[in-house]
C-alpha cells in the first residue's frame, strides 16, 4: 500500500508542476488550473490511504466537507471585481491553516520525546518556522482582504500610511521577540508544561507581525503584498510538510513559495522598485475624492460619447488601457461590443495591460478573457509602449497610476521610475473616469491635462454603451 501512497504522490506532483507550467500564459491558465486542482485532489486521496488505520474518520470527513461548503459556493459567486479579495482571504486561511497545524505537530513531537533525536529536531525546527511564517501571512492577508474591501475607513488608512516608521519599530522588537521565543521553545522541548503556552505565545508575536507590516502599506501596492505573501504561504506549507513528513506538502509548497517569489519580484521589477521597499517605505492610502480642477491646477477638457466614437471610428488604431474602474462597473463586455464595431470599420484594437493593473497579478487579462478578448489582442507593457506613438486614440477605462507620465517626468514624484504605459504619447487620448479622484495611490495624474486628452466623466459601463450606440449610427 506504500507503494501506491508513493506513486499516487508522484502523480499529484507531476501534475502540480504540469498545472503550473499552464498558468503562464491565459490560453492555457485555465486548464492548467483544472490540472492543478485535479493533482490536489490526488494527493488528498494519497494521504487518505496513508492513514487508513487512523480512527479520526469522523475528523476528516467533516473537514473536508466544511472546506467544500466555505469555499465552493464563494469562488463561483465571487465576482471578478472582488476577485482580488477573494485570492487574498484563501490564501490567509491557507496560511492560518498551515500554523494550526504547526502548532498541532508542535505539542505532538514535544511530549513524547527530546532534542537528542534528530528527526524531532526537524519536527520542532520545522513546526515552529510553520507557525512563525504560517501566523504571519494569516494576519497579514487578513488586512489586504480588507483593504481591498474598502473596509478601513480612509482617513485611518492614510494615518495608518503615514505611521509607517511606528510599525517598522515595533516589527523590529517583534522579530527580536519571535526568535527569542521560537529559541527556547526549542531548546526546552522536552514535554515542558508551559511549552504548549509559548507556542501560542509565538502564534500570537507573528501574528502581530503580520498586522503591523501590512497595515501602512498603501493601496498601491497590494498586488506586490498578494503575491509576497502567497509565497510566504506556501514556505509555511512547506516547512509543516518537513514536520509532517509529508512529501505532497513538502513539494506543493515549494513550488507555490518559489512561483510566489518569483512573481514578486517580477511585479517589484515592474513598478521598479525593491521588494524591502514595498514593505518598508509604502505609499498611497486609497482612493480620494478630487476637485473638478485637473491635477496641478491645469484645465481639464470634457468630452461626449459622441465625439469620442468619431475620434475612434475614423482611427487607423485604438489602444484600449483598462484598468480597476473597468472591473467595478463590469464594463468588460461593453468594451468587447465597442470594439467589435470598430473592427467591423477596419480599426485595430488592441489592450495594453500594465503589470499592475486592477488589484491583483493578471487582473485585467482574467476580466477581458471573460469577455472572450482574444488573447492576442492583449499586449503587455514592454510589447505595446512602442506602439502609443502612432497610435490614433487610446481610451483609458478607470486606469490612473500606471498611465501616470509623473513617474517618467517628476523626479519628485513618489512613484518616478516606475515603468507606466506611455499613454502621454498617443495622438489622442480619451480617459473614462467617474470624477476627477486621484488613483489608489492617491496620486494626481497630470495626463489628465494635456493638450491631446479629453475626460469622459461617468460609469465606465454607461460611457461605453453611449459611445458603441454612437459607432453604431455613424
Do not use: C
Not at 107 to 116: G, I
Not at 222 to 231: C, E, G, R
Not at 335 to 358: D, F, N, Q, S, T
Request: net charge negative.
Amino acid at each position: 500500500m506504500s507503494y501506491l501512497v508513493s506513486v499516487l504522490y508522484i502523480v499529484a506532483f507531476a501534475m502540480f508542476i504540469y498545472g503550473l507550467s499552464g498558468l503562464t500564459g491565459p490560453k492555457t491558465a485555465v486548464r492548467g488550473n483544472y490540472i492543478a486542482a485535479v493533482g490536489m485532489g490526488v494527493a488528498v486521496i494519497a494521504v487518505l490511504i496513508d492513514i487508513r488505520e487512523t480512527e479520526n474518520w469522523g475528523l476528516i470527513i467533516g473537514g473536508l466537507a466544511v472546506g467544500v461548503i466555505l469555499g465552493v459556493p464563494p469562488a463561483l459567486k465571487t465576482k471578478m471585481t472582488a476577485m482580488p479579495q477573494l485570492v487574498a482571504l484563501f490564501n490567509g486561511v491557507g496560511g492560518g491553516t498551515v500554523a494550526l497545524i504547526a502548532w498541532a505537530e508542535y505539542l505532538e513531537s514535544s511530549s513524547f520525546t527530546t532534542l537528542d533525536d534528530i528527526p524531532t529536531v526537524t519536527m520542532i525546527v520545522g513546526s515552529l518556522f510553520a507557525a512563525i511564517i504560517g501566523s504571519i501571512s494569516f494576519w497579514g492577508s487578513l488586512v489586504a482582504f480588507a483593504k481591498l474591501q474598502e473596509l478601513l475607513n480612509k482617513n485611518l488608512e492614510k494615518k495608518l500610511v503615514s505611521a509607517a516608521k511606528l510599525f517598522q519599530l515595533a516589527n523590529i522588537v517583534l522579530v527580536i521577540a519571535s526568535i527569542a521565543v521560537a529559541v527556547y521553545i526549542g531548546i526546552s522541548a522536552d514535554g515542558e508544561p508551559l511549552a504548549s503556552w509559548w507556542i501560542v505565545l509565538l502564534l500570537v508575536i507573528a501574528g502581530l507581525m503580520g498586522l503591523f507590516v501590512v497595515l501602512p502599506i498603501g493601496g498601491a501596492d497590494m498586488p506586490v503584498v498578494i503575491s509576497l505573501l502567497n509565497a510566504l504561504t506556501g514556505l509555511s506549507a512547506a516547512a509543516a510538510g518537513l514536520a509532517l513528513n509529508n512529501q505532497a506538502m513538502i513539494v506543493a509548497g515549494m513550488i507555490v513559495g518559489a512561483s510566489g517569489t518569483i512573481l514578486t519580484n517580477l511585479m517589484a521589477k515592474a513598478m521598479n522598485r525593491s521588494i524591502p521597499a514595498i514593505v518598508f517605505g509604502a505609499f498611497g492610502g486609497g482612493d480620494e475624492g478630487g476637485a473638478a480642477a485637473g491635477p496641478g491646477g491645469g484645465t481639464v477638457k470634457a468630452t461626449s460619447a459622441s465625439d469620442a466614437a468619431i475620434q475612434m471610428a475614423y482611427a487607423n488604431q485604438v489602444i484600449v488601457v483598462p484598468g480597476y474602474g473597468l472591473a467595478v462597473a463590469q464594463a468588460q463586455h461593453a468594451v468587447k461590443e465597442m470594439a467589435a464595431l470598430l473592427e467591423e470599420r477596419g480599426v485595430e484594437v488592441k489592450y495594453a495591460i500594465h503589470p499592475v493593473a486592477g488589484r491583483m497579478p493578471g487582473h485585467m487579462n482574467v476580466l477581458l478573457a471573460e469577455a472572450d478578448v482574444e488573447y492576442d489582442a492583449m499586449k503587455e507593457m514592454d510589447d505595446i509602449n512602442g506602439e502609443f506613438g502612432r497610435t490614433d486614440v487610446t481610451i483609458v477605462i478607470g486606469a490612473n497610476d500606471v498611465t501616470n507620465p509623473a513617474a517618467r517626468l517628476d523626479s519628485s514624484s513618489p512613484i518616478y521610475g516606475m515603468p507606466i504605459l506611455n499613454v502621454d504619447q498617443s495622438r489622442s487620448v480619451i480617459v473614462m473616469k467617474r470624477s476627477m479622484s486621484s488613483g489608489y495611490a492617491g496620486i494626481e495624474n497630470p495626463l489628465f491635462t494635456l493638450d491631446q486628452t479629453s475626460m469622459l466623466f461617468g460609469d465606465a459601463k454607461k460611457m461605453v454603451g453611449e459611445v458603441t450606440e454612437e459607432l453604431k449610427a455613424l
